[in-house]
């Protein structure tokens, strides 16, 4: 297995490690307050330890930055909107859909088809995903909004795998979480954006901020610089995996066989990805320019 993979790998078990906490903190604020804080304050480190890195790119890269994190922004908000009209088990698997929705993106903008193994590995992802999520669906609003959810989150991937071999993926990360922030906090500032209540809200604040934002969005963009989007976006499907796993190992939660052997399609699909030719389209990280 790849570098980048296992990268991109590690950057999922940091998402899914998250589950319970965010869950907790989220009880206790509103979660376009704690999205604002968590982007803001990401930013805020990684430009006191580079203040020179925004500047420093060229203007296509701010551009391509603030695209994708317009997409990454617009995923995490219709997410937000959807959850308040269905259920979280089924936001979770059609916020998964983006499994889908990726490599039909990167074969309408980039003309790039996946091979018939990644169709493959995309199709045992998204069974795995409704084994882990679904106990029931129906279609409406909040479904609507969470699928909008899925193709922003498609298009922040096949972007991502296009544009961040063209520029440093820090600066990258940067401009991408900055507009995430700016994004959040125009919605919630209106009813009146809320500090964290209490110190077990800022340490998830922090948990979240530090190491499954600012380090995790870097090393997804430097991950995506060397990987197509359909295999990154299967990689990422391990993301409900990990967090499954870390609510049995911290929450005490039991997991079923239903949920098992979800997890074990998931796992599959991304080994298929990784077993597969790497010729052609699925092999290809080509540059886009803004």
């Given at each position: 297995?790849r570098a980048?993979?296992?990268?991109?790998l590690?950057?999922?078990?940091?998402?899914?490690?998250t589950?319970v906490?965010v869950?907790?903190?989220?009880?206790?604020?509103?979660v376009?307050?704690?999205?604002?804080?968590?982007?803001?304050?990401?930013?805020?480190a990684?430009?006191?330890?580079r203040?020179?890195t925004v500047?420093?790119l060229?203007g296509?890269g701010?551009?391509?930055?603030?695209?994708?994190?317009?997409?990454?922004?617009?995923?995490?908000?219709?997410?937000?909107?959807g959850?308040?009209t269905?259920?979280?088990?089924v936001?979770g698997?059609?916020?998964?859909?983006?499994v889908?929705?990726?490599p039909?993106?990167?074969?309408?903008l980039?003309?790039q088809a996946?091979s018939?193994?990644?169709?493959?590995?995309?199709a045992?992802?998204?069974?795995?995903?409704g084994?882990?999520?679904l106990?029931?669906f129906?279609i409406?609003?909040g479904e609507?909004?969470?699928?909008?959810?899925?193709a922003?989150f498609a298009?922040?991937i096949?972007?991502?795998?296009r544009?961040?071999?063209s520029?440093?993926?820090y600066?990258?990360a940067?401009?991408?979480?900055l507009t995430?922030?700016?994004?959040?906090?125009?919605?919630?500032?209106?009813?009146g954006?809320?500090?964290?209540?209490d110190?077990?809200?800022?340490?998830?604040?922090?948990?979240?901020?530090l190491?499954?934002t600012a380090?995790?969005?870097?090393?997804?963009?430097w991950?995506?610089a060397?990987?197509?989007?359909?295999r990154?976006?299967?990689?990422m499907t391990?993301?409900?995996?990990?967090?499954?796993?870390?609510?049995?190992?911290?929450?005490?939660?039991r997991?079923?066989?239903?949920?098992?052997?979800?997890?074990?399609?998931?796992?599959?699909?991304?080994?298929?990805?990784e077993v597969g030719?790497r010729s052609?389209?699925?092999?290809?990280?080509?540059?886009?320019e803004?």
């Amino acid at each position: 297995m790849r570098a980048p993979t296992l990268a991109l790998l590690a950057v999922t078990a940091v998402w899914g490690s998250t589950f319970v906490v965010v869950k907790d903190a989220v009880d206790r604020m509103p979660v376009t307050d704690f999205l604002t804080w968590r982007f803001g304050l990401a930013a805020l480190a990684m430009l006191l330890l580079r203040p020179r890195t925004v500047v420093s790119l060229p203007g296509r890269g701010r551009r391509a930055g603030l695209l994708l994190g317009l997409a990454l922004g617009s995923g995490y908000l219709l997410q937000t909107l959807g959850l308040q009209t269905t259920s979280a088990a089924v936001s979770g698997f059609i916020t998964g859909m983006f499994v889908v929705l990726t490599p039909l993106g990167a074969a309408v903008l980039l003309r790039q088809a996946p091979s018939r193994l990644a169709w493959a590995a995309v199709a045992l992802a998204t069974v795995g995903l409704g084994l882990l999520s679904l106990r029931g669906f129906a279609i409406g609003g909040g479904e609507l909004l969470t699928l909008g959810c899925a193709a922003a989150f498609a298009l922040h991937i096949v972007g991502l795998g296009r544009w961040a071999s063209s520029y440093d993926a820090y600066g990258l990360a940067v401009v991408q979480l900055l507009t995430v922030a700016a994004m959040c906090a125009l919605v919630a500032i209106p009813g009146g954006l809320a500090a964290p209540p209490d110190l077990g809200v800022w340490g998830a604040l922090l948990l979240t901020a530090l190491a499954a934002t600012a380090l995790a969005f870097v090393v997804q963009t430097w991950a995506q610089a060397h990987l197509p989007p359909t295999r990154a976006a299967v990689v990422m499907t391990m993301e409900p995996v990990f967090g499954g796993l870390f609510a049995v190992g911290v929450a005490g939660e039991r997991l079923g066989l239903r949920t098992l052997l979800g997890a074990l399609l998931v796992l599959a699909a991304m080994v298929l990805t990784e077993v597969g030719p790497r010729s052609g389209a699925e092999g290809q990280v080509e540059r886009l320019e803004v």
